[in-house]
């Protein structure tokens, strides 16, 4: 979501992530690597907040104390804060996409659609089977605007505000290739994501209410809810979306917790190739950060986004 920014000019090299979540905010700092190294991951932080007010004096802080203002940015809004929905293309340039697309959703909203920030993205063309459809992304204006406020106002160059679902796909296209594509799921404490991605496309994004708190509360139901949506996620891409079965499914954050639901995973997935992964097999690691699941992962995907024009 560009449309409210005011971009600045950054400082090169380094990229900040900072992903939202409910009564916290995490911070990824991320240098680009060289022609043969990869990104190393300069600096983590996860911080607890009570308000927006408080939120806006500890990121500053924060970015102040590491000596990261001036460096680009792309924040992450948290699940619940906005809404994906899919609607057949307004047949309009690409220029007035965002002003078709919000009058198509206009009924599906619970607040009036004057008071959103729309972004659209398309879908997979292959997954389309011969419809034209775009994924419209809706937050409240207000929202919005607050989270840019608290950004710029820490001094960060933002480029952009974005969603979990296509930090993630920032992710999936640096792990390893699988034939087929590869699933991902990232969980955090109370809910995870999983994400489907194949030949440079993210497929599929769902929403899971299990995380890693039920996991380690009840580790046989709550991996059996994991494993039963899963197996729904890949029925959905191989039936609906007419692909062929994934090779492989990356589960993070590695740990006891996970690596026991990858083994049950692996005994009820068939040919699938189950693997956890950790940050630091992703990027460099100058220190060891404080591991929250899916919202660090988000931050450093956000902090790996590609650099692109505004539209």
């Known amino acids: 979501m560009r449309s409210l920014l005011n971009r600045r000019k950054s400082k090169s090299g380094t990229t900040v992530g900072v992903a939202y979540g409910v009564d916290d905010v995490t911070i990824a700092a991320v240098r680009a690597g060289g022609r043969d190294a990869p990104p190393r991951l300069i600096h983590a932080a996860h911080i607890p907040v009570t308000s927006p007010a408080s939120a806006a004096d500890r990121i500053a802080r924060c970015i102040a104390d590491i000596g990261l203002e001036k460096c680009r940015a792309v924040g992450v809004i948290a699940e619940g804060e906005y809404q994906v929905v899919q609607v057949e293309a307004p047949a309009v340039p690409a220029t007035e996409m965002r002003q078709a ?39 409240r204006r207000a929202l919005i605007t607050e989270r840019i406020e608290q950004l710029t106002g820490a001094g960060l160059a933002l480029e952009a505000i974005d969603i979990p679902e ?28 999983i994400t489907v991605f194949r030949e440079g496309e993210q497929f599929l994004a769902r929403g899971l209410d299990v995380g890693l708190n039920g996991l380690e509360q009840d580790a046989g ?29 990356h589960l993070y954050p590695a740990g006891p917790t996970v690596d026991a639901l990858s083994e049950r995973f692996t005994d009820n997935l068939g040919n699938v190739a189950v693997r956890t992964f950790a940050l630091g097999d992703l990027v460099q690691l100058d220190t060891e950060p404080p591991e929250t699941g899916a919202q660090l992962l988000h931050a450093v995907g956000a902090a790996l986004r590609e650099e692109r024009k505004s539209r």
Do not use: K, M
């Open 221 to 249: 139901e709550a991996g059996e809810t994991l494993l039963l949506e899963v197996q729904r996620s890949f029925d959905y891409f191989e039936s609906a979306l007419s692909q062929p079965p994934l090779g492989a499914l």
């Open 166 to 193: 296509l930090v993630q796909r920032n992710i999936s296209a640096r792990l390893p290739e699988a034939r087929g594509g590869h699933a991902l799921l990232a969980l955090g404490a109370e809910d995870g994501l």
């Open 101 to 139: 697309a919000a009058w198509r959703v206009r009924d599906l909203l619970d607040f009036p659609v004057d008071q959103a920030v729309i972004d659209t993205f398309p879908p997979p063309d292959s997954s389309q089977r011969g419809q034209h459809n775009i994924n419209v992304v809706v937050a």
